[in-house]
């Protein structure tokens, strides 16, 4: 087992900008399957699910358990993907290590547990991010472009959904959904006064804003 080699987001922290993001897809986007970011607080017992996904076939899933989290990415063009193996296996390493327990939230056939590139967790208590011991011949796990898509700023998340979603956005709003300030409905049309307040409300509530 190794440290996660690249530091990342404390799993509270992790938690709170996965939400914000879901919730600003949410009112950015009427239509789900169009939204980077999915959000689900009651997906299994004791169990939280998040996902980014670009649209294109790479994507995240992080599942946040009483045990700790996992996260499980896939860039599907990396070499380290199972469609560019010979023998179609996961890449050695990537799960061999993964506390059982953890490993357990991807067994979800939507998951796609099969479908990965890189692996990571945090188990409750532990102070680091790990990973498996992997000997990866230099090839590209697309971590870092995938773990990127995860904004702990909220400019960031500005930066990106201007241009994806072709729209000027207010950043101190913004901050108010990261910060995790309850959602208004002023708050929602100032965002996109578009957006049908009523059906968005439902989503943020089911997100648990």
Same mark, same amino acid.
């Given at each position: 087992?190794s440290?996660?080699?690249?530091?990342?987001?404390?799993?509270?922290i992790?938690?709170?900008?996965?939400?914000?993001?879901?919730?600003? &897809?949410?009112?950015l !986007?009427? #239509? /789900?399957w169009?939204?980077r970011?999915?959000?689900?607080?009651q997906w299994?017992e004791g169990k939280?699910?998040?996902?980014v996904?670009?649209?294109?076939?790479d994507?995240?899933?992080v599942?946040?358990?009483p045990?700790?989290v996992?996260?499980?990415?896939?860039?599907?063009?990396?070499?380290?993907?199972?469609?560019?193996?010979?023998d179609?296996?996961?890449?050695?390493?990537?799960y061999?290590?993964?506390?059982?327990?953890?490993?357990?939230?991807?067994? &979800?056939e939507?998951? !796609?547990? #099969? /479908?990965v590139t890189f692996c990571?967790?945090?188990?409750?208590?532990?102070?680091?991010?790990?990973?498996?011991?992997?000997?990866s011949?230099g090839?590209?796990?697309?971590?870092?472009?995938?773990?990127g898509?995860?904004?702990?700023?909220?400019?960031d998340?500005?930066?990106?959904?201007e241009?994806?979603?072709?729209?000027?956005l207010?950043?101190d709003?913004?901050?108010q959904?990261?910060?995790?300030?309850?959602v208004?409905?002023?708050?929602i049309?100032?965002?996109?006064?578009?957006?049908d307040?009523?059906m968005?409300?439902?989503?943020?509530?089911?997100?648990g804003r």
């Amino acid at each position: 087992m190794s440290n996660w080699p690249t530091p990342f987001m404390e799993p509270a922290i992790l938690r709170q900008r996965l939400a914000a993001m879901s919730i600003l &897809d949410a009112i950015l !986007c009427s #239509e /789900d399957w169009l939204r980077r970011y999915q959000f689900n607080p009651q997906w299994d017992e004791g169990k939280v699910l998040a996902s980014v996904s670009n649209g294109s076939g790479d994507e995240i899933y992080v599942v946040f358990t009483p045990e700790g989290v996992i996260i499980k990415g896939f860039d599907h063009e990396s070499k380290m993907s199972p469609n560019a193996r010979d023998d179609g296996e996961v890449w050695p390493g990537i799960y061999e290590q993964t506390p059982p327990s953890l490993l357990s939230g991807l067994n &979800d056939e939507a998951l !796609c547990k #099969e /479908d990965v590139t890189f692996c990571l967790w945090r188990e409750s208590g532990d102070q680091k991010w790990r990973c498996g011991d992997i000997e990866s011949k230099g090839f590209d796990d697309g971590s870092n472009y995938l773990l990127g898509m995860i904004y702990e700023a909220p400019q960031d998340y500005v930066d990106w959904a201007e241009d994806y979603y072709e729209m000027e956005l207010p950043v101190d709003v913004v901050i108010q959904v990261y910060n995790g300030d309850p959602v208004s409905e002023e708050m929602i049309l100032t965002l996109n006064p578009e957006r049908d307040v009523r059906m968005a409300l439902e989503e943020i509530r089911e997100i648990g804003r």
